[in-house]
């Protein structure tokens, strides 16, 4: 692997920089948040104020308000985003229908009680640690794509088996918990995070050359794996049709086979299929990170439609590209499926250069 680099943070860094940067001035700091441009924030503690007023009448000078320090404290600043969700630290602060999640919030992220932040989409869709440490693992290599990375979990998980990652979002609040949370673990410094939908960041880097060609313009950066993890509907993907409504426990059943299948239609925010045929445009190692129930069929017939190439009448072609699903298991519940592609199969390995 290359060296380590210093701490390069792209796309996002203006906007992170001025959001999330403790302002020096006796106007109260502001943040954006979901659904407004800006969102108060810390006040300056009344005392101040009322010294500030009486100040005229007393000769002794006034005294600089006082930043107060975030979750990070000191030395972090830059990448504090304190202050845009709530950080919830007993039951009765959270909201009823995130409380399911609450209590598991030291399998999202064991060091939460260090100060890792949620939003609420946040609390029902990052992978748990363990399961993004095994996916991380199984993707381990120079540069890794997190195209769709959330609050960051699997970003974190990757900056420790991958000498780079490219973090994108679409959330820049998102984004801001994301480098937080980075930070929180101590591989905030390689991890570039980006503000960018996929979708549109991969046709900008299809439209680069693949090599430098010494003109000094930009060239298209060489990425290993793209890791798809994308909005499955939010938490009633369970039911087969999901739908934006808000986060909802899922149903207790005995049976994991009485939930109804996911189709690769139901992925956000286009077809599972078509998300998959942009991702092999940057290169075939692919992992997918999918619901339990999906329709293994329909993943079987990724690489099929991908390579163009269909089954003989005696069955697979010869020499056919393999897929290995892996079940992603919290002690006794099945949580997902990762389907890995490409050169990230075992047996396959010969394939992850092409």
């Not at 918990?177 to 549109?200: K, M, P, T, W």
């Not at 009485?258 to 992925?267: K, N, R």
Request: net charge negative; with cysteine.
């Amino acid at each position: 692997m290359g060296k380590r680099k210093s701490n390069v943070i792209t796309g996002l860094s203006r906007f992170l920089a001025e959001a999330t940067k403790p302002d020096t001035s006796p106007e109260p700091e502001t943040f954006p948040s979901p659904g407004s441009s800006s969102q108060p924030g810390l006040d300056p503690p009344q005392v101040l104020q009322d010294a500030h007023k009486t100040g005229a009448d007393d000769s002794r000078p006034n005294k600089k308000p006082k930043i107060r320090a975030g979750l990070l404290g000191e030395g972090l600043e830059k990448y504090d985003a304190t202050g845009l969700v709530p950080f919830y630290t007993e039951a009765h602060e959270v909201p009823e229908h995130l409380q399911k999640y609450f209590s598991q919030r030291e399998r999202f992220f064991s060091m939460y009680s260090s100060g890792c932040l949620l939003d609420e989409e946040g609390w029902y869709s990052v992978t748990p640690e363990r399961v993004a440490d095994q996916i991380a693992e199984r993707c381990r290599c120079e540069v890794i794509l997190d195209a769709f990375c959330g609050v960051g979990g699997n970003a974190i998980a990757f900056a420790r088996t991958c000498e780079r990652v490219i973090a994108l979002d679409i959330s820049p609040v998102r984004l801001a918990l994301a480098r937080h949370n980075a930070a929180i673990y101590g591989v905030q410094d390689r991890i570039e995070f980006v503000l960018a939908d996929f979708l549109s960041f991969a046709r900008a880097l299809q439209t680069l050359p693949r090599s430098e060609n010494g003109d000094g313009q930009p060239h298209r950066r060489k990425i290993d794996v793209v890791f798809l993890s994308p909005p499955w509907g939010g938490p009633s993907y369970i039911s087969g049709s999901p739908t934006k409504a808000k986060a909802v426990p899922e149903p207790e059943v005995a049976s994991e086979d009485a939930h109804a299948e996911f189709s690769l239609e139901s992925i956000r925010p286009i077809h599972g299929r078509d998300l998959f045929k942009v991702a092999r445009g940057i290169t075939k190692n692919v992992a997918y990170f999918l619901p339990r129930n999906t329709s293994i069929e329909e993943v079987s017939q990724l690489v099929t439609e991908d390579s163009g190439e269909g089954a003989d009448q005696n069955g697979p072609r010869v020499g056919a590209e393999k897929i290995e699903v892996e079940e992603e298991w919290m002690g006794s519940k099945l949580k997902a499926l990762t389907c890995y592609f490409g050169g990230l199969v075992a047996g396959q390995e010969e394939m992850f250069d092409v």
